[in-house]
Antibody
Framework: QLQLQESGPGLVKPSETLSLTCTVSGGSISSNSYYWGWIRQPPGKGLEWLGTIYYTGSIYDNPSLKSRLTVSVDTSKNQFSLKLSSVTAADTGTYYC????????????WGQGTLVTVSS | DIQMTQSPSSLSASVGDTVTITCRASQNISKYLNWYQQTPGKAPTLLIYAASRLHRGVPSRFSGGGSGTDFTLTISSVQPEDFATYYCQQTYNTPPLTFGGGTKVEIK
């Protein structure tokens, strides 16, 4: 059974870079059937798609993040990562990693989520 | 970007009721519409994809319909475990993928 697990600091200072990693277990990140990506949720609010990567390194990202986002993949470790630069309090929220079906773009497997707070 | 508008933002229902949630897209998205359920403190889970296709393991009391700009999620005979927040998501024009604002289904 495929599982995703987010890891990274729970507290980041304003203007610094938020870094998270998602470890994929029970399956290969190098599957040609799926993309892998990130979705976040501010406290008490809705869902926002951040970005998605294919195992070859092809990336789709949300233009609203104004080039602050970097998504990368490490097939040797079966992991993918997110870096969000110049964070502010508005970047506080729960960050989920997820699997996206290629072609349909829906997310059928999600990590449990990790809360990241931006505060000095 | 394609905007997704859900209505209502919240509703109250009793166990056994039929509940319908609406999602409207700002432009034609064909059937590229998915529905997710989220309970407090948990990650969302996929219910329906491609507007009307039930994800494996999802009870048949959930159904989806619509195409173009107007879509519905119906829960027939709501059960206690169905009280949650529901989100629609369009995947027609990517990037970006966009979600509706959510509909919270509460117990009456």
């Amino acid at each position: 059974q495929l599982q995703l697990q987010e890891s990274g600091p729970g507290l980041v200072k304003p203007s610094e870079t938020l870094s998270l990693t998602c470890t994929v277990s029970g399956g290969s990140i190098s599957s040609n059937s799926y993309y892998w990506g990130w979705i976040r949720q501010p406290p008490g609010k809705g869902l926002e798609w951040l970005g998605t990567i294919y195992y070859t390194g092809s990336i789709y990202d949300n233009p609203s993040l104004k080039s602050r986002l970097t998504v990368s993949v490490d097939t040797s470790k079966n992991q993918f990562s997110l870096k969000l630069s110049s964070v502010t309090a508005a970047d506080t929220g729960t960050y989920y990693c997820a699997r996206f079906l290629k072609g349909g773009w829906y997310s059928d497997v999600w990590g449990q989520g990790t809360l990241v707070t931006v505060s000095s | 970007d394609i905007q997704m508008t859900q209505s209502p933002s919240s509703l109250s229902a009793s166990v056994g009721d039929t509940v319908t949630i609406t999602c409207r897209a700002s432009q034609n998205i064909s059937k590229y519409l998915n529905w997710y359920q989220q309970t407090p403190g948990k990650a969302p889970t996929l219910l329906i994809y491609a507007a009307s296709r039930l994800h494996r393991g999802v009870p048949s009391r959930f159904s989806g319909g619509g195409s173009g700009t107007d879509f519905t999620l119906t829960i027939s005979s709501v059960q206690p475990e169905d009280f949650a927040t529901y989100y629609c998501q369009q995947t027609y024009n990517t990037p970006p993928l966009t979600f509706g604002g959510g509909t919270k289904v509460e117990i009456k």
